[in-house]
């Protein structure tokens, strides 16, 4: 029988706190119930509305006109003029590692349903599901943290070690594929060469199922994963290089150019930044030991995984403090901000300590972060280029990760996940009112231009998460997985809508009417 949690705390009540705690810290409560838009002033009429909250499950409209002669919308860039990309596939080639068919455009898309190129685990090839290594020692109980595919043979012939994209990720086991059947539902075979293929959602199988004019494409996601997904006329890019350092990803309905940041980034040239996941022991703490019994061999790789991720995060927010620090001493910034930098900072080292330890025990293997690659972290150090950063990272991201641990702590069973989850949520929205701080300090001393240039930055960002969140795939909730601290994915999208609807949408609205009032 399915436990029940009748005494959870509804999202909208977690939000409204969270909120009221921010407005209060800035010394902004009684705007608490202004819903101002985040909209520039430019002198030739009104203001775009859109301070809208949207429907319960959704968030606000960004259709709404544009001032006259003013600013225009930014709910994706597009190509100049408003032109969409052809939807046809130039000097079309087939292409025999993924079996799709690419144009010399850049983009790819899938004619006929071909099954995958592939040989068993542990029979020869190069990397993914072609490595031939002996079985680990920790290789009974299918240990997520894997280091070949033998030690994923629990999961079934098309077991393999998934070594993420450029060592981003930790090495995890998987459920490879050859053909679509071997997939549920709503996803197909995407093929790698002579690799196993993956899974994958998908809204179209072939070029057949999208009519006139469309192809069945992959499309990116950037807080989720990629997917198939048809072309369509109103597609505002074909890949990243058409965005100028953003991404192209799908936003539920047609492919736009997404700045979208995820959890708690170290952005470098517009992209978070991790360090690979690597075996060691000396990242652990060890007070953080949860109690796995009863959970399936894939269910403790699932959150092996889960837990290396979240390590890999908090890791990389040490250096965006790191950076943040030094750039608040460039800035002349009060001691006031500084203080409060050095705290998060020696928070986030105790939340990827954690994090890693979770992941070690969860996958039975020690593991925490190599070497960050920190070059090119400080090409810009004027003041407009670190307040744009911080409203992603900070005004953005902290928050939104301070909702999103406190929500995991609410569900979360196991007394040290639910420790782990608790202080996180804690110190993320004291890095978020550090951020919200750092923001009015700077817009109580910056001209109209530059408060403006701020206003158009967080009305980008804030509809860049949105529409991503809201693409997010669904998918089935497990409780088990979220007693020990993953949600799943539905349920993390409106977490994320519901942060930035609620806490950072109106917390922005506040203090850029704060200060304009005072300015003028």
């Known amino acids: ?20 705690s921010l407005l209060l810290s800035l010394g902004l409560a009684p705007l608490a119930c202004g819903g101002t838009a985040i909209t520039p002033s430019d002198g030739d009429g009104g203001s775009s509305s859109h301070a809208g909250a949207g429907d319960a499950g959704g968030a606000p409209s960004y259709a709404g006109g544009n001032s006259e002669g003013g600013t225009p919308s930014f709910a994706g860039t597009g190509a100049v003029g408003g032109a969409s990309p052809l ?24 004619v006929e349903a071909i099954e995958c190129s592939s040989m068993p685990p542990g029979e020869g090839g190069t990397g993914g599901a072609g490595e031939a290594d002996p079985p680990s020692a920790g290789a009974a109980g299918a240990p997520s943290l894997c280091t070949s595919n033998s030690d994923c043979s629990s999961l079934g012939p098309y077991g393999f070690c998934d070594f993420g994209e450029g060592g981003l990720v930790a090495p995890t086991c998987q459920l490879g594929c050859v053909k679509d059947s071997d997939c549920r539902t709503g996803a197909v075979c995407a093929c790698n060469g002579s690799n196993l293929g993956r899974c994958v959602a998908a809204n179209c199988v072939t070029d057949a199922d999208c009519g006139a004019n469309s192809l069945c494409a ?107 620090n030094l750039q608040l001493l460039s800035l ?85 996940v639910k420790r782990a989850l608790t202080k996180i949520a804690r110190d993320e929205l004291s890095h978020a009112e550090l951020a919200f701080k750092f923001l009015r300090w700077v817009l109580a001393s910056t001209p109209v231009e530059v408060r403006d240039e701020l206003a158009r930055e967080a009305e980008q960002q804030l509809a860049d998460f949105e529409n991503d969140a809201r693409n997010a795939e669904p998918t089935l909730t497990d409780e088990r997985l979220a007693e020990h601290g993953l949600l799943a994915a539905d349920a993390l999208r409106q977490i994320h809508l519901a942060a930035v609807r609620d806490v950072s949408r109106p917390l922005l609205a506040a203090l850029f009417d704060a200060e304009e009032s005072s300015h003028a």
Request: charged share 20%; with cysteine.
């Open 218 to 324: 992959p499309a990116s996601g950037i807080c989720g994963p990629s997917s198939f997904q048809c072309t369509s006329t109103k597609d505002e890019c074909i890949s990243n290089d058409d965005c100028g350092g953003r991404a192209c990803a799908f936003n539920g309905e047609y492919r736009a150019c997404s700045g979208a940041v995820c959890g708690r980034p170290f952005l470098i040239e517009n992209a978070p930044r991790m360090a690979a996941v690597e075996a060691r022991a000396d990242w652990l703490d060890a007070t953080l030991t949860p109690n796995p019994t009863g959970l399936s061999p894939v269910q403790r790789a699932q959150l092996a995984a889960h837990w290396a991720r979240l390590g890999q995060m908090e890791h990389a927010s040490i250096a965006a403090f790191a950076r943040f």
């Open 87 to 110: 939807v046809d596939c130039p000097n079309p080639v087939f292409n025999p590692t993924t079996k799709l068919t690419s144009c010399s455009n850049g983009r790819s898309h899938r």
């Open 332 to 416: 002349g910034a009060p001691g006031e901000l500084l203080e409060a930098c050095n705290r998060a900072l020696a928070d986030e080292t105790a939340h990827a300590r954690a994090c890693f330890a979770l992941a070690s025990a969860y996958g039975r293997t020690p593991v925490g972060p190599a070497r960050l690659d920190i070059e090119h972290c400080f090409e810009d150090t004027s003041l407009t280029a670190i307040a744009k950063l911080v409203l992603r990272e900070g005004c953005l991201g902290e928050t939104v990760a301070s909702l999103e641990a406190l929500a995991a702590a609410e569900v979360a069973r196991d007394p040290a």
């Open 1 to 20: 029988m399915a436990r029940t949690h009748s005494s959870r705390t509804p999202l909208s009540t977690q939000t409204s706190v969270l909120r009221a």
